[in-house]
């Protein structure tokens, strides 16, 4: 079998493995790429491979790092079975038509201030483009093998990331007549945090195709919670307003979660807490949906209180004029709006107002890209531009590194080691260079594993 790395090789988007074994081609992940301009770019280079020839797509999680690439391979041709979780079939149907939605946004806002460097810009895809492609969306169980081809067979199992996130175990049948496995890790999640179960163990596997986002950072053991009060305190105290630019999926539900335990703990002053993101909206409809998927806790409260991502403590905001009257909003309080990395969507409305004012706080919940207007302002740049306007940058820009939907290295390093046996050799995706290279020597030094860094578009066989 070969598979190729097409996306997700030495940078942490856009998520695309291509496995060919005979003439049947299987593609895990179809992700858009995400951060600056040079990751945009890379969307509208021509893929490696023709969308036509991939029999069948396997997402891992409904992440648009790892999705949002779909609706432009069925427009080009790909009509074969598109695999996924129940949860994470449902996020899709949000999801792609948010983000073709968003596409066409971006390209008319971009002919309008004359800032694209296609004449006239054009979107990726559409809307329509997204929901057309749902049509060829599957359910796959979680924890039940299925057939795909003679000779390949594929189980999804819990890994803890976001709702209806999975790795995935697909065994095949070599020249040789022995039976192999390969793992892709997808977005391994933490053990312990808010809402979903935790991952579950590593498999027996010959190759791992394993993330590596983190590879070189350990999360803080401090309690997130705790952080989260500490700087929410801190700025209710200037009197400003918080801006916490957060993934509409996971993310947001994360941090509604603890603010609704800190609120109801009485720990934090009870603000107005705006939920500026339609999609989000719906996805907590989803989480709070799929209660399988919840951990002991999450059940306890929902028997005993209800839900407590649905709650009057915090204000769904669904039309854009409400999402606009919210910068005339005097504070403290806090909006939380999507993308969390600050590289498109209603949160840059929030920006733009909000920066400029040394009372407000931006505070930055998630992993910023290199090249995003979020890892930027982390960075300390004080003069950028939201939506083609320049500002100079006012506001305090805080962070919670111990918030985080994805293993550091240490708990990758535990997760390799709940497998029966060590994996037979380890391909590293989904991570910048310099966390790569330091993940693969500690592989190599403390488990003595076979570890490969491909490169883009770089084919192995297995
Ligand atoms: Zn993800």
């Given at each position: 079998m070969k598979i190729g790395f097409h996306g997700a090789a030495r940078t942490v988007t856009g998520s695309k493995y291509l496995l060919t074994l005979d003439h049947y081609r299987l593609l895990v992940d179809c992700g858009l790429f995400q951060g600056g301009f040079e990751m945009h770019q890379r969307n509208w280079r021509p893929l490696a491979f023709s969308p036509a020839s991939v029999d069948d797509v396997l997402f891992t999680h409904a992440h648009i790092d790892h999705t949002g690439y779909f609706p432009r391979l069925a427009a080009d041709g790909f009509t074969g079975r598109a695999l996924a979780t129940p949860p994470t079939k449902a996020l899709l149907g949000v999801l792609l038509p948010d983000s073709g939605g968003l596409q066409e946004e971006e390209a008319r806002f971009a002919n309008k201030k004359g800032f694209s460097r296609h004449q006239p810009a054009k979107p990726l895809y559409t809307e329509d483009d997204a929901n057309r492609s749902l049509q060829l969306l599957h359910r796959m169980e979680f924890d039940q093998e299925t057939t795909l081809h003679k000779g390949l067979k594929v189980k999804l199992h819990r890994a803890g990331h976001i709702l209806g996130a999975s790795f995935a175990e697909i065994r095949y049948r070599d020249p040789e007549d022995d039976w192999k496995t390969v793992v892709f890790s997808g977005d391994l999640g933490r053990r312990a945090v808010p809402i979903l179960h935790d991952p579950a163990p590593l498999p027996a596997c010959d190759v791992l195709v394993c993330e590596s986002t983190y590879g070189d950072r350990l999360h803080e053991a401090t309690d997130p919670k705790e952080q989260l009060r500490r700087e929410l305190s801190d700025s209710f105290r200037r009197g400003g307003f918080t801006v916490i630019p957060a993934f509409a999926v996971g993310r947001t539900q994360e941090i509604l979660y603890h603010l609704f335990e800190l609120f109801e703990e009485g720990r934090l002053p009870k603000v107005p807490v705006y939920v500026d993101s339609p999609m989000a909206n719906s996805v907590v409809e989803l989480y709070c949906r799929y209660r399988s998927e919840?951990?002991?806790?999450?059940?306890?409260?929902?028997?005993?209180?209800?839900?407590?991502?649905?709650?009057?403590?915090?204000?769904?905001?669904?039309?854009?004029?409400?999402?606009?009257?919210?910068?005339?909003?005097?504070?403290?309080?806090?909006?939380?709006?999507?993308?969390?990395?600050?590289?498109?969507?209603?949160?840059?409305?929030?920006?733009?107002?909000?920066?400029?004012?040394?009372?407000?706080?931006?505070?930055?919940?998630?992993?910023?890209?290199?090249?995003?207007?979020?890892?930027?302002?982390?960075?300390?740049?004080?003069?950028?531009?939201?939506?083609?306007?320049?500002?100079?940058?006012?506001?305090?820009?805080?962070?919670?590194?111990?918030?985080?939907?994805?293993?550091?290295?240490?708990?990758?390093?535990?997760?390799?080691?709940?497998?029966?046996?060590?994996?037979?050799?380890?391909?590293?995706?989904?991570?910048?260079?310099?966390?790569q290279d330091t993940f693969a020597a500690r592989l190599r030094s403390e488990l003595g594993l076979l570890v490969h860094v491909p490169e883009p578009d770089d084919v192995v066989e297995v």
């Open positions: 919840h951990d002991v806790e999450m059940q306890e409260l929902e028997d005993n209180v209800g839900s407590p991502l649905q709650t009057p403590y915090f204000t769904v905001v669904r039309k854009r004029d409400e999402s606009k009257k919210l910068n005339d909003l005097p504070g403290p309080g806090i909006v939380i709006s999507a993308s969390g990395m600050a590289t498109g969507g209603r949160v840059l409305h929030h920006l733009l107002h909000r920066l400029p004012d040394a009372r407000n706080t931006v505070l930055f919940v998630g992993y910023q890209a290199e090249g995003s207007l979020g890892r930027r302002l982390l960075e300390g740049e004080t003069d950028v531009t939201v939506l083609g306007e320049g500002l100079t940058v006012k506001a305090a820009i805080k962070k919670i590194p111990a918030l985080s939907a994805h293993a550091d290295a240490n708990e990758i390093i535990a997760w390799i080691k709940s497998a029966p046996t060590p994996p037979k050799r380890v391909y590293l995706t989904h991570g910048e260079p310099a966390a």
